[in-house]
């Protein structure tokens, strides 16, 4: 086990694997056996390119050739920041073989965050598209890697556009040299196989480990319940590093399956309703944001959609009264998925009643899932009653990544996960997400850890002091407000925001508003009381609204 990773206590491990929950197979083997039995069956489709299982299994192999000669060995992180692009998988799968283990970045992300992510997790290497959506990663790539020392390679999906990185594509090894490094050993089952990022709520993310064990039974229970099969046709449009998109079933649900994955580089109806419609695409994926914008574009091009079976809505809380247009506007089930990159995951089954698919986030998929929702002094609560979701399980992490001091906080002393999530628990089983316990807010399903952010504004001279909190918003559910205590010196909202995009801040971490204020609020023993900054900022748009 990688050092810095908690694990399963070894009764538990025993008993997941007794009860065959971990099939002691990698992701390697898993890629391997769709090969054998699949062959030419299309894995992949990425415009024009089509994949075959079989033919990812060579490309694979003969990546992990030239990576190794590049030097990359078992146990070195490597971040991995690729949009939603075929060599996504050739390289995790290859990494997967080599026992290296990725570490899933996002598009979205600049500086800040892959500093920190390559500092922390002491990267070797670094995977990028060379440009996407306008933005050139070569660029950013540089100011990497000259912050951090231990990063001795950057791998370009593209023109590398500097003679110290390596294109991919020339890593693809032939010959003598793919047989030779297939011999070498690759990692076992209950390795870590990549690490995560967390929502973030003190600051940067966590690093969740994941190993080819625990991850592969989420993949199976998945399929299970979302019914997937080999002629089953998943699109990707949000970013396939998420962990929703990933594995709920996800792409690599899709590929457990043994189905095809369909890759979409934009989420906007006119580039994925085409996609659904020339693809015969079964199966997606979206945050309810993304959802409310198709369900207004489907409203005149349902024929175009005619083939979806399953639409999935996850990531944020969906709101019952739009999730009820779902099945009447866009002609295929609703299944609402509430999980984590640290495990738990939740789905409305798609036989459910029609009340429980539009009010509920789903119920445990897995009958090993263990589930308490607590009061603050982790008393279980009756039925019906709100307070915070603990789980433990065979797919749910024991511990953080280097991070032994949260973890006392983020674990019980017997293994529950605190998600900070509140919850309430029908009679039926099923959960009703409440709202959140940590200082974290969910714009659109993109999570903004606000101390994070507050780090940054108080960088700013002219701050002395920061506080940011949700505010409500019809579209995303929620976005971002800094309240702000300035010095004497004037500052304004964009110098504010100009100033965090020039530290490297993800966009989507940028404050949507800024309101300056002399003092603010105090809880009783003098702490800032984000509570009632929350509803300041609620009661302001109220006024604005009516």
């Known amino acids: 086990m990688l050092a810095g990773c908690p694990t399963w206590p070894e009764e538990f491990a025993a008993r997941y694997r007794q009860n065959g929950c971990w099939e002691g197979i990698t992701f390697g083997e898993m890629l391997r056996q769709r090969a054998l039995t699949l062959g030419e069956h299309i894995a992949i489709v990425c415009g024009d390119q089509q994949v075959s299982y079989a033919e990812l299994d060579r490309r694979v192999d003969r990546l992990v050739a030239g990576l190794r000669q590049l030097g990359i060995k078992k146990k070195d992180r490597v ?50 598209a060379d440009k996407d959506a306008g933005y050139d990663y070569c660029e950013l790539a540089k100011k990497v890697k000259q912050s951090v020392p231990t990063l001795r390679h950057v791998i370009v999906v593209g023109n590398p556009s500097s003679e110290e990185f390596h ?78 998109p ?75 009264e739009v999730a009820k247009r779902v099945q009447a506007v866009m002609g295929c089930k609703l299944q609402q998925v509430y999980g984590m990159a640290e495990g738990l995951v939740n789905y409305t089954r798609l036989d459910d009643p029609f009340e429980i698919m539009v009010s509920t986030q789903g119920r445990p998929m897995s009958p090993y899932d263990e589930v308490r929702i ?16 603990l789980t433990r399980g065979p797919y749910t992490i024991r511990g953080y990544y280097k991070a032994e001091k949260h973890n006392e906080k983020a674990f019980t002393a017997d293994g529950f996960y605190r998600t900070g999530d509140l919850a309430s628990m029908t009679p039926e089983g099923y959960l009703v997400i409440e709202g959140r316990s940590k200082d974290q807010i969910n714009r659109g399903g993109d999570k903004v850890a606000a101390e994070e952010v507050e780090n940054h504004l108080l960088a700013h001279p002219a701050v002395h002091d920061a506080a940011v909190v949700a505010m409500p918003d019809e579209f995303l559910g929620e976005r971002t407000c800094a309240f702000i205590i300035a010095h004497d010196s004037v500052v304004t909202s964009n110098e504010l925001k100009a100033f965090l995009r020039q530290r490297g801040l993800a966009a989507y971490k940028i404050p949507d508003r800024v309101e300056f204020m002399d003092e603010f609020p105090q809880t009783g023993v003098g702490k800032v009381s984000k509570k009632m900054l929350r509803e300041l900022i609620a009661n302001k748009q109220n006024m604005l609204t009516r």
Not at 102 to 120: G, T
Not at 265 to 290: K, M, W, Y
Not at 374 to 386: H, L, Q, W
């Open 79 to 128: 971040i991995i920041q690729l949009p939603n692009i075929a060599e996504f998988f050739d390289a995790i799968f290859a990494l997967f073989r080599i026992g290296a283990l990725p570490v899933f970045a996002l598009p979205v992300h600049r500086e800040n965050e892959i500093v920190y992510l390559s500092e922390f997790s002491e990267a070797a290497a670094y995977i990028i």
């Open 167 to 244: 294109a991919m594509s020339d890593l693809y090894v032939n010959g003598e040299d793919v047989i030779m490094s297939a011999g070498v050993d690759g990692p076992s089952s209950s390795d870590v196989a990549f690490l995560q990022l967390s929502g973030g709520t003190t600051g940067l993310p966590k690093l969740i480990p994941r190993t080819h064990d625990d991850y592969i039974y989420s993949l199976r229970m998945s399929v299970e319940v979302c019914e997937l099969h080999k002629d089953s046709v998943y699109l990707a449009v949000l970013p396939i590093a998420h962990n929703f």
């Open 246 to 320: 990933l594995s709920s079933p996800g792409v690599l649900g899709t590929m457990y399956a043994g189905g095809k994955i369909v890759l979409a580089r934009r989420a906007s109806p006119d580039v994925a309703f085409p996609l659904i419609a020339n693809e015969g695409v079964t199966i997606t994926a979206l945050v309810p944001p993304l959802a409310i914008v198709w369900l207004d574009a489907a409203e005149s091009r349902r024929r175009e959609l005619s083939k979806l079976q399953i639409l999935q809505v996850g990531g944020a809380k969906f709101s019952a």
């Open 374 to 389: 607590v009061d603050e002094d982790d008393n279980e609560v009756a039925t019906g009653n709100v307070g915070e979701l």
